[in-house]
DNA sequence: TTACTGATCCTTTTT
DNA sequence: GGATCAGTAA
């Protein structure tokens, strides 16, 4: 069923052929294999337009579903921009915010409040542990990151407390699961993957409401598929049930999520699933890149070559740009050499007058970023981190979100027991474990157990009622129409918390705590409706990545998982050692190592201009010395198309 | 109850 | 090298 191709669509103009096939062919299941830097997102956004301006598609009956709020955010910008204020209503947003959107909407449905809390990762971690030890179980046996992790999982494969199969795990372990569950049921709470679990859960139950959402999204779009998980494919899976008319783009080469639970079969599998008796799968290749310089991308194919269990048959990448400056590799002496030459090509750059938000530092951890961030220091170079110690996670900011997140839900136990005792309130741990098991034992949320606890002596019932009026007067006064900042600031200055940094001498707390009424601030001015619930579903949603600011001409540094779907002109990949890249804790297992090798090539086919590898053969490593051997990849990559001069000889 | 000290375990990657 | 934790003194 392939279409007439309309060349009288401005839309198309501009395209090759594929891609305004790509665009043009909106109806029935299709599979978009778009290798790096092939103008995906070009594609997609150029695709919704399309439904819009020439397939009269109400913006209210597509949903494109991405992996990063940038990334939506992007595309919103970029759709908007070729529609000119036709795209509103449009459902552009990830998976966990769409999940966190329908599920306010019927919450009820599963037996959860509205106002429901979404816990982070320190959450659930703290949560997990008042789990584990409210079963009195061995925190050494049962590691608060190991459980996580595994229940990570099992809701990564949808997978309920009574639907994993006890024989096939330890089943103390699938108790724990049912707990933790529980726990966060107490609190009112969902976690980031009870945003998509609990929802597939909604669907499931009630017919009724997913139909409604059937209806909604006549056309349905899926970016970065390759990386999509089992309860994310059950998602799309249901969602376009009904119309059939669902577009995914992906690469398998471009799969570094695994170890969360994505699931490569999902877009290998693609045409046997979603095919149906009327319609099959139509399926296009992009394989011209326009992004990277030829040695870059003859680098990537040589590298990606040694995955042997690339199973889909695609076509080898082929460069349309001409300009080469090669590829460089620098072997340093130590980590600190490797840090001050960058800083001496970047220098060079600056001084050539290049845009520095055009260079970026790719490295495979974030405790690498330390070193260069004093070398930038030193050399008085501005520069941007992305995700290292987010704003958001930081423990002051956390605090005050803490008081914020329980007037939001008072049922929130963890926010409660974070801010009963801060500032010291002389509640301790005695008294806050007393506290738990009365709110356990009598199944009523902690805060309202302060109001009638008879387990604790009367001077603590006197503190856990002082704190209960407290917030209650706060309460009050939300609902008397407060603004979030005068809120904020009252409860700032009435617990005179920055007093009480500034006592500790913490002043980078202090500016936090300015910043972040900064940040409440402007989210109360650019909002059309602020409310409470939607500033703090932004700070727990938002990650670091979303505070991109390109604006900025600073030089970026991030993880090279950070990198996906961006693009620079200079590229810095250091740290190309073994047991760094790839990671020690993924040598042994073959698996794990192909996925080290994609994303590497992730990495490479970021860039635009040109490329810059670098290792170190001394190095810090757990504060100790270590001498390190050069990346694999950097064999793989070959001579060839590593400019010999830039070598580095001996210590 | 808190605040400090020394020991111990690590960290991969993120919505 | 650093965050977190158990143990101890005030």
Avoid at 452 to 478: C, H, S, W
Wanted: charged share 25%.
């Amino acid at each position: 069923m392939s279409e007439a191709v309309n060349e009288e669509s401005p839309l198309l103009v501009g395209l090759n052929e594929v891609q305004k096939r790509a665009v043009s062919t909106v109806d029935g299941p299709v599979l978009i294999l778009a290798g790096a830097g092939s103008g995906k997102t070009r594609v997609i956004t150029h695709r919704i337009a399309y439904l819009i301006q020439e397939n009269q598609i109400n913006p209210e009956n597509i949903l494109a579903v991405t992996f990063t709020n940038k990334a939506s955010r992007e595309m919103k910008y970029r759709v908007e921009e070729l529609l000119g204020g036709m795209g509103k209503g449009l459902w552009v947003t990830t998976f966990h915010s769409m999940g966190a959107r329908v599920l306010r909407k019927h919450a009820s449905a599963i037996g959860y409040d509205r106002n429901f809390s979404i816990y982070d990762d320190s959450q659930q971690k703290s949560t997990m542990k008042a789990v584990i030890k409210l079963m009195n179980l061995d925190p050494k046996r049962y590691a608060i990151r190991y459980c996580l992790d595994m229940i990570s999982g099992f809701k990564a494969q949808s997978l309920a407390p009574d639907e994993v199969r006890p024989r096939d795990f330890d089943p103390k372990l699938v108790e724990i699961y049912a707990a933790y569950q529980e726990e966060l049921k107490q609190s009112q709470a969902f976690d980031f993957d009870d945003l998509l679990f609990q929802l597939v859960k909604l669907f499931r139950l009630n017919p009724e409401i997913l139909a409604i959402y059937q209806q909604q999204f006549e056309y349905i779009m899926v970016d970065e598929y390759q990386d999509t998980n089992v309860i994310q494919y059950q998602l799309i899976r249901m969602l376009s049930n009904l119309h059939h008319n669902v577009c995914v783009v992906g690469d398998e080469d471009q799969s570094i999520y695994s170890w969360r639970g994505a699931d490569i079969s999902n877009i290998l599998d693609f045409k046997k699933d979603f095919a149906t008796p009327e319609k099959g799968v139509l399926r296009f290749e992009l394989s011209i890149n326009y992004r990277c310089p030829p040695a870059c991308l003859e680098a990537a194919n040589l590298l990606i070559k040694n995955n042997l269990q690339r199973t889909s048959d695609k076509a080898e990448l082929m460069a349309s740009k001409q300009a080469d400056e090669g590829i460089s590799y620098y072997l340093a002496p130590n980590a600190q050499d490797e840090a001050d030459y960058v800083m001496s090509r970047i220098d060079q750059l600056s001084f050539e007058n290049v845009d520095l938000s055009t260079v970026v530092i790719l490295y495979r951890t974030h405790a690498q970023s330390r070193i260069f961030e004093q070398s930038f220091m030193r050399y008085g170079i501005p520069y941007q981190i992305f995700g290292n110690v987010r704003f958001f996670e930081r423990r002051e900011i956390r605090d005050i979100l803490a008081y914020l997140a329980l007037l939001h839900n008072p049922f929130d136990a963890d926010s409660l027991f974070r801010v009963v005792n801060f500032p010291p309130r002389g509640i301790g741990a005695t008294s806050q474990d007393k506290l738990r098991i009365f709110s356990h034992n009598h199944s009523i949320p902690p805060l309202l157990a302060m109001d009638g606890i008879d387990t604790v002596g009367p001077a603590v019932q006197k503190k856990f009622l002082m704190f209960y009026e407290y917030y209650n007067d706060l309460r009050d006064r939300l609902q008397a129409g407060t603004s979030l900042l005068d809120l904020t600031r009252a409860i700032l200055e009435e617990l005179e918390i920055l007093h009480y940094w500034d006592q500790k001498d913490e002043t980078d707390r202090v500016q936090n705590l300015q910043e972040l009424l900064n940040t409440i601030a402007e989210y109360e001015r650019e909002e059309e409706n602020p409310t409470l619930e939607g500033y703090l579903e932004k700070s727990v949603l938002i990650s670091g990545i979303d505070a991109l600011d390109e604006a900025q001409q600073n030089v970026t540094m991030m993880t090279l998982h950070n990198a996906k779907g961006l693009e620079y002109d200079h590229v810095f990949i250091v740290g190309m050692e073994e047991g760094l890249f790839p990671h020690r804790n993924s040598l042994e297992d073959s698996q794990n190592l192909e996925e080290e090798r994609r994303l590497c090539y992730v990495g490479i086919t970021r860039t635009m201009q040109k490329l810059t590898l670098s290792g170190a053969r001394l190095r810090d490593v757990y504060g100790q010395l270590s001498y390190q051997v050069p990346s694999r990849f950097l064999r793989e990559i070959g001579d060839p198309f590593l400019a010999p001069t830039d070598f580095a000889v001996g210590i």
